[in-house]
């Protein structure tokens, strides 16, 4: 495994690998690896020759209140646990070298960006799709790999690569929980004790829209309701929002008919966590995906 800093040099050895016959895959992070991120990387490294993973705290997806500064790094771990995941490539640019100048050229995705977690981070996903499109330009890669832990995010670089007719396949993987159904998330890191407990509200209310949805019940005001309401249930806990939207799309919905998610979003003290289910219903067949739990992934 190598560590790259430039783009140049991430380019010419991708430019080698494809020259030669070989698949690339781009697993995009920000670093500060748990086992979402494993598990990103073990299906990158199962379905292609060349596996490049990138670790870069991009500043232009975060708002000025936020926490770029503070966000969590570890770059020795997180090359260790690359290596231990067989990449071949980290690309870990400092800022200047994918922001040399103030940008003028930027991605945005109109309509899906302005629901959910774009409400309240109106500029966030501008970012992430820029700096995806340009790390996509830098390695060229044949599949890039995201979790449905992001589904907004998801959606969001599906569709930049369907109206540029990008030469990449986007692959969803699994949402990685831990064993007490917290969503894995760099940011758990910020949490208190008492907020690691209380932030299991999350998993909870989707546990209960999960049960509600096998149960029988369609109506999507009553699921949000209830999602809704078992986070306001919580001390410490504000909710964002609880919404049953069209995963692909992010148009809100009615009735359980399609492919949707049901996210939610919630401060538990000064920490934003966000979760989702996915809920697939075609015809009177419902099939809920609530993702894995992390043990499965590091045994
Ligand atoms: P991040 O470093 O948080 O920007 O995430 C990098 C990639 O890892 C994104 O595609 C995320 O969706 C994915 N990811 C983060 N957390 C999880 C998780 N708990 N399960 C699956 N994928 C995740």
Redesign the pocket.
């Known amino acids: 495994m190598i560590t790259l800093r430039r783009a140049v040099d991430v380019r010419a050895c991708c430019d080698d690998a494809r020259r030669t016959g070989n698949t690339v895959a781009l697993v ?4 500060f690896f748990h086992d ?2 494993r ?2 990387m073990r299906a990158a490294r199962a379905d292609t020759d060349l596996v490049v993973v990138s670790v870069f705290v991009n500043p232009t997806q975060f708002g000025p209140d936020e926490d770029l500064d503070g966000y969590p790094r570890d770059p020795d771990g997180d090359t260790a646990v690359a290596a231990a995941e067989g990449v071949d490539i980290v690309f870990m640019p400092p800022v200047d070298e994918l922001y040399p100048d103030e940008p003028r050229t930027t991605v945005h995705v109109a309509g899906l960006t302005e629901r959910l977690c774009g409400v309240s981070r109106p500029t966030h996903f501008d970012g992430v799709a820029t700096v995806v499109t340009k790390l996509f330009s830098i390695v060229g890669p044949c599949r890039a790999y ?5 589904a907004q ?1 998801l959606a969001v670089i599906r569709r930049v690569v369907d109206d540029l007719n990008l030469p990449v396949d986007v692959i969803g ?4 929980r831990e064993p007490d159904g917290l ?4 940011r758990n890191a910020y949490l208190a004790p008492d907020e690691r407990a209380a932030a299991t509200v999350l998993w909870r209310a989707l546990s209960t829209v999960a049960d509600a949805t096998r149960a029988g019940e369609r109506d999507a005001a009553t699921l949000e309701a209830l999602a809704a309401s078992t986070i306001r249930a919580e001390p410490g806990v504000r909710l964002d929002y609880a919404e049953l939207v069209d995963a692909h799309t992010i148009e809100p919905t009615a009735r359980v008919d399609g492919e949707l998610i049901l996210a939610v979003a919630a401060f538990v003290g000064q920490t934003r966590l966000i979760d989702n289910l996915t809920i697939t219903a075609i015809g009177t067949e419902v099939d809920i995906d609530l993702g894995v739990v992390a043990e499965e992934q590091t045994a």
């Open positions: 995009p992070t920000m670093g979402g991120h598990s990103l995201f979790g449905r832990k992001d995010q993987c699994p949402l990685v969503a894995r998330s760099s």
